[in-house]
Nanobody, 112 residues
Framework: EVQLVESGGDLVQPGGSLRLSCATS????????MNWARQAPGKGLEWVSS???????YYADSVKGRFTVSRDNAKNTVYLQMNSLKLDDTAVYYC??????WGQGTQVTVSS
């Protein structure tokens, strides 16, 4: 059974930091590109970042320079380090494999 379980979401003040984790099982993680996406209240799904098997990384313009994606193949886990958080970063964050497996999401709320 494929599982992707996000964690690390929290309430944080503007300018703060969070690290999201996505622990996976049930598929060959080391050969899978991984994505992070988010959905803000009342808005559609937005791609945030990707990390591929060669460790190449890509970011949406809205998070470039503030977010860092990484992966640990030994732990079958992908991370999203989020710094300098803004109010507009408030959303449910999802991880997903390029094959189309999705986690259940973790809530990030940026508020003063």
């Amino acid at each position: 059974e494929v599982q992707l379980v996000e964690s690390g979401g929290d309430l944080v003040q503007p300018g703060g930091s969070l690290r999201l984790s996505c622990a996976t099982s049930g598929f060959t993680f080391r050969t899978s590109g991984m994505n992070w996406a988010r959905q803000a209240p009342g808005k559609g799904l937005e791609w945030v970042s990707s990390v591929y098997t060669d460790d190449s990384t890509y970011y949406a313009d809205s998070v470039k320079g503030r977010f860092t994606v990484s992966r640990d193949n030994a732990k079958n886990t992908v991370y999203l380090q989020m710094n300098s958080l803004k109010l507009d970063d408030t959303a449910v964050y999802y991880c997903a494999s390029v094959a189309g497996y999705w986690g259940q999401g973790t809530q990030v709320t940026v508020s003063s």
